[in-house]
């Protein structure tokens, strides 16, 4: 059984259940963050909408990072109570959660965006050294707590739930993937990096999510995804940020570069992903293109 059919494992479920599953799961959501919000204010005397330069910015990040642990409780509740099948199902079609799988694909783009950092360095880019012991510690264990648990609830929603669900909707994979891809990107639109660089930036969230969603359906799990995922949002992080994009965090290295859809952008999408994507076929041994994506 293909990951796409994993939703046939559901017992009675019917349209009426999938848009409750995603109508609770988005109202956690919101739930989470009216809850972290109204914390914020309380506390702190700021929105986490509007977070001021002398804040907190660890404190920041685990306000904003906590409602993402609401999406991935509910998400997975309903999985288990109301479509009543496995919780795994949404994660693999594998007997246990593959970690070796997540662990490479961590190591090895977490490696990547390493050496990229050395040559941006060494060509000269605006990026500054900025350690401070008092709040990079903090930071770490903030982000490798909690960002994995943001980026999972992410490919659980989208490379897992909607996945399967457009695909025993349409029946096609290369459906799936386009439209979960979209919507993936679309949920991107409100960060403040797309108000600087523009809505071209969009076209680097969803190209992305069509890699994630390749890696889906051709692995038949979300293992790769996952870990290339947390690892590039755990990277942007602790290791090297900007004064204007999603994360605001006092990470090792801050890049004063003006925003720009850059070359980085462009490599990554038109080299690296692509290059990934024929590693991981020869490693996993990918068969039946053809038959996954498009039959």
Same mark, same amino acid.
């Given at each position: 059984?293909?990951?796409?059919?994993?939703?046939?494992?559901?017992?009675?479920?019917?349209?009426?259940?999938?848009?409750?599953?995603?109508?609770?799961?988005?109202?956690?959501?919101?739930?989470? /963050?009216?809850?972290?919000?109204?914390?914020?204010?309380?506390?702190?005397?700021?929105?986490?909408?509007?977070? #001021?330069?002398?804040?907190?910015?660890?404190?920041?990040?685990?306000?904003?990072?906590?409602?993402?642990?609401?999406?991935?409780?509910?998400?997975?509740?309903?999985? @288990?109570?109301?479509?009543? @099948?496995?919780?795994?199902?949404?994660?693999?079609? %594998?007997?246990?959660?593959?970690?070796? %799988?997540?662990?490479?694909?961590?190591?090895?783009?977490?490696?990547?965006?390493?050496?990229?950092?050395?040559?941006?360095?060494?060509?000269?880019?605006?990026?500054?050294?900025?350690?401070?012991?008092?709040?990079?510690? #903090?930071?770490?264990?903030?982000?490798?707590?909690?960002? #994995?648990?943001?980026?999972?609830?992410?490919?659980?929603?989208? %490379?897992?739930?909607?996945?399967?669900?457009?695909?025993?909707?349409?029946?096609?994979?290369?459906?799936?993937?386009?439209?979960?891809?979209?919507?993936?990107?679309?949920?991107?639109?409100?960060?403040?990096?797309?108000?600087?660089?523009?809505?071209?930036?969009?076209?680097?969230?969803?190209?992305?999510?069509?890699?994630?969603?390749?890696?889906?359906?051709?692995?038949?799990?979300?293992?790769?995804?996952?870990?290339?995922?947390?690892?590039?949002?755990?990277?942007?992080?602790?290791?090297?940020?900007?004064?204007? /994009?999603?994360?605001?965090?006092?990470?090792?290295?801050?890049?004063?570069?003006?925003?720009?859809?850059?070359?980085?952008?462009?490599?990554?999408?038109?080299?690296? /992903? #692509?290059?990934?994507?024929?590693?991981?076929?020869?490693?996993?041994?990918?068969?039946?293109?053809?038959?996954?994506?498009? /039959?």
């Amino acid at each position: 059984m293909t990951f796409l059919e994993q939703a046939n494992k559901d017992t009675g479920s019917t349209g009426g259940t999938y848009f409750l599953t995603i109508a609770i799961t988005l109202l956690s959501l919101f739930i989470g /963050q009216m809850i972290t919000n109204g914390i914020s204010y309380e506390f702190f005397g700021y929105n986490l909408t509007d977070i #001021p330069k002398d804040a907190d910015l660890n404190v920041a990040l685990t306000l904003l990072l906590i409602p993402f642990s609401f999406v991935l409780l509910s998400l997975t509740l309903c999985i @288990r109570y109301l479509h009543k @099948r496995p919780i795994l199902t949404l994660f693999t079609t %594998r007997k246990t959660f593959d970690w070796k %799988r997540f662990t490479f694909a961590f190591l090895i783009w977490g490696s990547i965006m390493g050496i990229a950092l050395i040559v941006s360095i060494l060509n000269g880019q605006p990026i500054s050294f900025e350690f401070d012991a008092s709040t990079f510690i #903090p930071l770490f264990f903030v982000s490798l707590l909690l960002i #994995p648990v943001q980026t999972t609830a992410e490919e659980v929603f989208f %490379r897992g739930y909607l996945f399967q669900a457009f695909g025993k909707l349409f029946k096609k994979g290369w459906v799936a993937i386009i439209l979960t891809g979209t919507l993936f990107g679309l949920l991107h639109w409100a960060n403040p990096e797309v108000a600087k660089i523009g809505d071209i930036l969009l076209v680097f969230y969803i190209s992305t999510g069509i890699f994630f969603g390749i890696l889906t359906q051709m692995d038949d799990g979300l293992e790769l995804g996952m870990g290339y995922h947390a690892v590039n949002n755990i990277f942007a992080s602790i290791i090297l940020t900007n004064n204007w /994009q999603a994360f605001q965090t006092d990470a090792l290295f801050v890049d004063y570069s003006a925003p720009s859809f850059g070359p980085e952008l462009y490599l990554t999408l038109l080299v690296l /992903q #692509p290059l990934l994507l024929i590693l991981f076929a020869k490693i996993y041994k990918w068969k039946n293109w053809k038959e996954k994506l498009f /039959q």
